[in-house]
């Protein structure tokens, strides 16, 4: 039974370049999360994924920041002009009503620094 | 709008010996479901204990427990009979309404409280 993977598991980029990070979801799985997590802080809410369909979004999402689900299987998250503020841990998860509690289920995270 | 307060930034504990972990949580509405999930240095959050607000019993978990008093709005996490690996942050979470109810069911979390199992 393969978990959440996300890769990278860690990312340095200079100020201003794109990046792109990659989720695959426990495969039976139809609901999928990014959250973002900064040093002392726990995750915050970015967006979510029911199959294929981005149904909400957050705030902290801003214009730079673009997710996709193609297909309802694995996600990507891309950080156009990243800047020092973006660098932290981004966070992935899945979960399904037909699981337990519906709990969620993360991923090891990518670790993105910002120079 | 939810809020979650964990107000113990850090706390420690000997080896075999309990340590609760304190949560408090702000909803107005009525279905809600409490979590606790583990974070080790390697960043993975493990899922621990969940409770729902409907449920009448306080979950438990082999060594996790939710001591759940809903007038209070706390759900904090007990640990037994602690073990070194029990050293990390612990976060509370809230998941906000049901899809039903046309939410996206995502997390809201507290900032954690750092443990650290002393030998």
């Known amino acids: 039974d393969t978990g959440v993977s996300q890769n990278p598991r860690h990312k340095i980029t200079k100020r201003g370049q794109n990046v792109t990070f990659r989720c695959d979801p426990i495969?039976?799985?139809?609901?999928l999360y990014w959250y973002r997590q900064t040093l002392g802080q726990g995750p915050e809410f970015l967006t979510y994924?029911?199959?294929?369909?981005?149904?909400?979004k957050s705030r902290l999402l801003s214009d730079r920041f673009s997710a996709e689900r193609p297909k309802g299987s694995f996600s990507t998250l891309e950080i156009q002009r990243t800047e020092q503020g973006d660098s932290a841990m981004y966070l992935c998860?899945?979960?399904?009503?037909?699981?337990?509690?519906?709990?969620?289920?993360f991923g090891p995270g990518t670790r993105l620094t910002v120079l | 709008a939810q809020k979650i307060t964990q107000t113990q930034p850090g706390m420690f504990v000997q080896e075999k010996e309990a340590v609760t972990l304190d949560c408090t949580y702000d909803?107005?509405?009525?279905?809600?479901?409490l979590f606790w999930y583990k974070q080790p240095s390697s960043g993975e959050m493990i899922f621990l204990i969940y409770?729902?607000?409907?449920?009448?019993q306080n979950a438990t978990e082999g060594r996790y427990s939710l001591n759940f008093q809903k007038a209070r709005k706390s759900a904090n996490l007990v640990i037994s009979a602690s073990q070194l690996g029990d050293s990390a942050m612990y976060f509370c979470?809230?998941?906000?309404?049901?899809?039903?109810?046309?939410?996206?069911?995502?997390?809201?979390f507290g900032k954690g409280t750092k443990l650290t199992v002393n030998p």
């Open positions: 994924f029911q199959n294929e369909a981005q149904l909400e």
């Open positions: 909803t107005s509405d009525p279905s809600y479901g």
């Open positions: 495969s039976e799985h139809n609901r």
């Open positions: 998860a899945s979960s399904s009503l037909k699981t337990g509690r519906g709990q969620q289920f």
């Open positions: 409770q729902g607000s409907y449920d009448q």
């Open positions: 979470a809230m998941r906000e309404p049901t899809i039903t109810q046309g939410g996206s069911e995502k997390l809201v």
